[in-house]
Structures are given as structure tokens and as C-alpha cells.
């Protein structure tokens, strides 16, 4: 089992900035990848970014070059720097960890609004 606790989420204006952490706890060690989902009212819940045991990074295209993911291993927690933020970047954030290839874990989810 993995414990995951978001935090970060808030009202941004258009342009703007957030970042969310996500610390994990339990069994950390069968952790293979860490990274965020996202979900607007009305929409299903749609992949933004991973980070890998390596290090390897990938992203939704909607969020290339605006959003960076990172972690801290020693802390036990990834980060979702996001800049440039649009309306449509408005969603409940939900982080995740793939766990030895196959157990997914999900935390509380955190609300981003990005309006004027």
C-alpha cells in the first residue's frame, strides 16, 4: 500500500503559476513512476505528466513546455511546477505511482482554477 497527500492547489489568474507536491509513504520502495492525472468537470480523467525511477519525464502535449514534474527522493515526493496557466488547465489534480508495474495508487486530488 502507498499513502499519497497532495498539496498546492489553489485560484490562479490566467498566466500564472502553481506547484503541487505529492508525498508518498508506505511501500515507497515498489514504486516504478510517480505523476499527475487531471480531471474537468465533464471530461474523463486524462494523463499530465510522469517521472520515472530514472528520471525519464514524459508529458501531455497540452502541457509541454508550460509544466515541469520533478522529485525529490528523499523527501519521497514529486512536484508539478506549473507556469503559463490557461482556463482549460482548470481540473481536480490527482498524483498517482505505479507500483511494480501494475498496482496504481491515487491521492485526495487537489482543485486548480484558472480564472480571472
Known amino acids: 500500500q502507498v499513502q499519497l497527500v497532495e498539496s498546492g492547489g489553489g485560484l490562479v489568474q490566467p498566466g500564472g503559476s502553481l506547484r503541487l507536491s505529492c508525498a508518498a509513504s508506505?511501500?515507497?520502495?515498489?514504486?516504478?513512476?510517480m505523476g499527475w492525472y487531471r480531471q474537468a468537470p465533464g471530461n474523463s480523467r486524462e494523463l499530465v505528466a510522469f517521472?520515472?525511477?530514472?528520471?525519464?519525464?514524459n508529458y501531455a502535449n497540452s502541457v509541454k513546455g508550460r509544466f515541469t514534474i520533478s522529485r525529490d527522493d528523499a523527501k519521497n515526493t514529486v512536484y508539478l511546477q506549473m507556469n503559463s496557466l490557461k482556463p482549460e488547465d482548470t481540473a481536480v489534480y490527482y498524483c498517482?505511482?505505479?507500483?511494480?508495474?501494475?498496482?496504481?495508487?491515487w491521492g485526495q486530488g487537489t482543485q486548480v482554477t484558472v480564472s480571472s
Open positions: 517521472i520515472t525511477n530514472s528520471g525519464i519525464t
Open positions: 508506505g511501500s515507497i520502495f515498489s514504486i516504478d513512476r
Open positions: 498517482y505511482t505505479l507500483n511494480n508495474g501494475q498496482s496504481r495508487y
